[in-house]
């Protein structure tokens, strides 16, 4: 199992990236692909997830309405749009896998990416 995440950059506030997470080594429809972020001093939190089988979703409070994770079954990828970016969402990205739904916590992810860093300037 793999997974590559990418898409990270530097934007403004009010900004869009798109994160990719890339899975290799396995079928990841039956998995439950999740999105995580580190901020600076902080623990991970988990800010989004799609199980791609029964398509159900989680998204954090904090990020309902500007964050949007998607599936391109044909690349085996897993994507997470980013609008009307705040600085509060600076962090380094992670992408993780689990073969239980979106309702665990970090701890029921046994497979992660390395990082990518999102800056959003005030």
């Known amino acids: 199992v793999q997974l590559q995440a990418s898409g990270g950059g530097f934007v403004q506030t009010g900004g869009s990236l798109r994160l990719s997470c890339a899975a290799s080594g396995f079928d990841f429809r039956n998995y439950a692909i999740g999105w995580f972020r580190q901020a600076p001093g902080k623990e991970h939190e988990r800010v989004s997830c799609?199980?791609?089988?029964?398509?159900?979703?989680f998204y954090k409070n904090s990020v309902k309405g500007r964050y949007t994770i998607t599936a391109d079954n044909a690349k085996n990828t897993v994507f997470l749009q980013m609008n009307s970016l705040k600085p509060e969402d600076t962090a380094v990205f992670y992408c993780a896998a689990t073969r239980y739904g979106c309702d665990g916590g970090i701890e029921m992810y046994p497979y992660w990416g390395q990082g990518t860093q999102v800056t959003v300037s005030s």
């Open positions: 799609l199980r791609d089988a029964d398509g159900s979703t």
